[in-house]
């Protein structure tokens, strides 16, 4: 029975229930990193940064000590924002939505959104977050065209319009579509925080509408910058932690911009959470980042140079991370890697050449070089046999999982693979037993990769082998990503291999984007994704009836704040992708090293790790990691 339409209310007191607890001022313990500049009065005492009702963890640690980390280039340092994971609201362990910035969510069908801020919550320079904050953003920044030529980000547009925005009081703003917009949430408590807000109190002395916009030009110019508007969306830089001034509400802040080879990160002396014992978090006072060759994290950890690292390590690292654990003094958790696959091989349907077009486009084509992989070989060589086989498709802890989803199509039977090629007529063939095509070429596929993962090229050398035996030859062809992403655009690509769905653990209220044809970033589709992107303009129209039934689809999702009628749009896309495999998955559950010195805890031992939705170890919460003892705390270098 479907379920009736309802008002959601995420509410901190009900949804955070083990969150909630009481904290009592007289309670809080300052921690010792701000002692001087409580005492020199350059900072109030705790009970006056707090927010009135902050979060109270569950979590029992100690304040102190720096992590250090490696980064394989000063601009990725940006990653912070995603697994240091502060949102207006975001997932818990659970992958519930739950209020975390905000004190309290209504949510009335996925229409009206009423977001509902802590009393005296400040950013980390101690201004206000205030409503102020939300219509600055939406008023001065998203709708101004200087700063935002685009407009509105489009997950925020229902239909082509925009919300109703209001200031309900300094606390409070509402968002109000006519039709439900099911993606803002969602969104919002995604790995790449959209930031519907700013730090306005800072930012207006950039803004032409609050200062003089004369002297702004000329203090871009000073700083060769086009304009004001330059100058304001480089200090205005959320994501990137390129302005140490800009205010933060992470449980760290950025202390030193780039050029540089070691990036300081200071606890947030107004941070919104604490712990059952009075202490706020987080308990450790610097993230260090160093800047590395990306090839020698390994040897790093090895090395016992590294407190906390997983972000540039893979299963190929896991030997030589394991034989330093006893002698350098740290141990590697290993998590199960939630993506669809591994190694997907996607089939151009846009290609523009004609032959490999209509070869792309018959089902039959794209099973047969599916049942031509021993997977199960694929998985010894690759994944120490540890892996999943079959399809790209979601993993068995999402909710929405069906195991026939992921072994239709996708066992080893290369007969049926031949007899499939045969009905379509690719009978003919050389001498040395390769199938030829319609016009007479080898049907030679040009697998195009970015060349970044050595498992995709080693996996793409043995599916050659293997489709050698049902007569297709595979030429591999690494090349940088941009040229790659460029080709594919064009539709000068046949088959491209990559890793196969970032979010491989959806829930129903999570957008099914990647499974419809709706991004140009997808390989199987680059130009019906650039027709939905840019509404017609560019690209082609969808010209297949199943790939056009997973646009109605997600139309259907979007449609609607049912979550059962949510549920089945998912479960009918899942099963439409497993029935034409328009991306051919093979293994996966690949295991992520995640290297924890000794002495730092707070990490679960084995939890999924993912980009989307979990943030990497966003979810798990690293401002709750700690030290368990003095010497721990010791920076390293």
Do not use: C
Not at 15 to 38: H, N, S
Not at 262 to 276: A, C, K, L, S
Not at 582 to 608: C, D, F, H, M
Request: charged content about 25%.
């Amino acid at each position: 029975m479907l379920l009736k339409a309802r008002t959601q209310k995420l509410a901190l007191a009900l949804a955070l229930g083990l969150l909630a607890l009481p904290a009592m001022a007289q309670d809080f313990k300052d921690a010792p990193f701000f002692a001087e500049q409580v005492k020199d009065k350059k900072l109030p005492p705790l009970a006056e940064r707090l927010p009135k009702d902050p979060i109270v963890v569950k979590s029992t640690g100690q304040y102190g000590g720096d992590i250090v980390t490696l980064v394989p280039r000063a601009r990725d340092i940006r990653y912070i924002s995603t697994f240091t994971y502060t949102r207006l609201v975001g997932y818990d362990q659970d992958l519930q939505l739950q209020p975390d910035l905000l004190e309290k969510l209504d949510d009335e069908d996925d229409r009206v959104f009423t977001f509902t801020l802590r009393a005296g919550h400040r950013w980390s320079d101690g201004s206000p977050f205030t409503a102020e904050d939300f219509r600055y953003y939406w008023e001065d920044v998203a709708q101004n065209q200087d700063l935002s030529p685009a407009g509105p980000p489009e997950f925020m547009m229902v239909d082509g319009k925009p919300p109703r925005f209001e200031v309900l009081d300094e606390r409070t703003v509402r968002y109000t579509w006519d039709k439900p917009n099911p993606r803002f949430l969602p969104q919002l408590a995604g790995p790449l925080d959209p930031g519907i807000y700013r730090a306005s109190a800072y930012l207006k002395q950039f803004h032409a509408k609050y200062a003089d916009k004369a002297a702004l030009d000329e203090k871009a110019k000073q700083q060769k910058l086009k304009s004001w508007a330059a100058l304001h969306n480089r200090m205005d830089d959320m994501k990137e932690q390129t302005n140490p001034a800009l205010p933060t509400l992470m449980p760290w802040r950025v202390m030193n911009a780039a050029p540089a080879n070691r990036f300081i990160f200071e606890r947030n002396p107004y941070y919104h959470r604490v712990d059952g014992q009075g202490l706020q978090l987080p308990y450790v006072d610097r993230l260090i980042m160093d800047v590395s060759a990306p090839g020698l994290f390994a040897a790093k950890a090895n090395a016992g140079e590294v407190d906390l690292l997983f972000r540039g390590l893979s299963m190929s690292d896991i030997p030589v991370l394991k034989e330093g654990e006893k002698a350098k003094g740290y141990k590697t958790l290993l998590w199960p890697y939630a993506r669809g696959t591994e190694l997907a091989l996607y089939p151009n349907l846009n290609t523009v050449d004609p032959v490999w077009r209509q070869l792309n486009r018959d089902v039959r084509f794209r099973r047969a070089l599916s049942l031509g992989i021993d997977r199960k070989t694929l998985n010894n060589a690759l994944l120490f046999g540890l892996g999943t086989e079959g399809n790209n498709t979601i993993v068995s802890e999402s909710p929405l999982f069906k195991e026939e989803l992921r072994t239709m199509n996708a066992g080893y039977d290369p007969a049926e693979a031949s007899r499939l090629l045969d009905e379509i007529g690719l009978t003919k063939r050389n001498g040395a037993g390769i199938r030829l095509l319609p016009d007479g070429r080898e049907l030679e596929i040009i697998v195009e990769t970015d060349g970044e993962s050595s498992l995709v090229v080693d996996g793409l050398t043995l599916i050659g082998e293997f489709w050698r035996e049902i007569g297709v030859r595979l030429f591999v062809k690494p090349q940088d990503r941009t040229v790659l992403r460029n080709r594919s655009y064009a539709g000068l690509t046949v088959m491209v291999a990559a890793p196969g769905l970032d979010n491989a653990v959806p829930t129903a209220i999570m957008p099914p984007t990647e499974l419809a044809p709706m991004r140009q970033d997808n390989y199987t589709w680059p130009k019906w994704g650039q027709h939905v992107e840019t509404k017609g303009k560019n690209g082609e129209q969808v010209d297949i009836p199943e790939a056009q039934r997973l646009l109605d689809l997600y139309t259907t999702w979007m449609g609607t704040g049912n979550r059962q009628v949510q549920r089945d749009a998912w479960s009918e896309m899942l099963r439409n992708h497993a029935e034409n495999q328009w991306a051919i998955g093979t293994i996966s559950g690949a295991l992520q090293p995640i290297v924890v010195r000794n002495g730092l805890e707070g990490l679960p031992a084995k939890e999924l790790y993912s980009w989307e939705p979990t943030a990497m170890l966003g979810i798990y919460r690293l401002d709750e990691i700690h030290w368990n003892k003095a010497a721990g705390k010791e920076a390293r270098r």
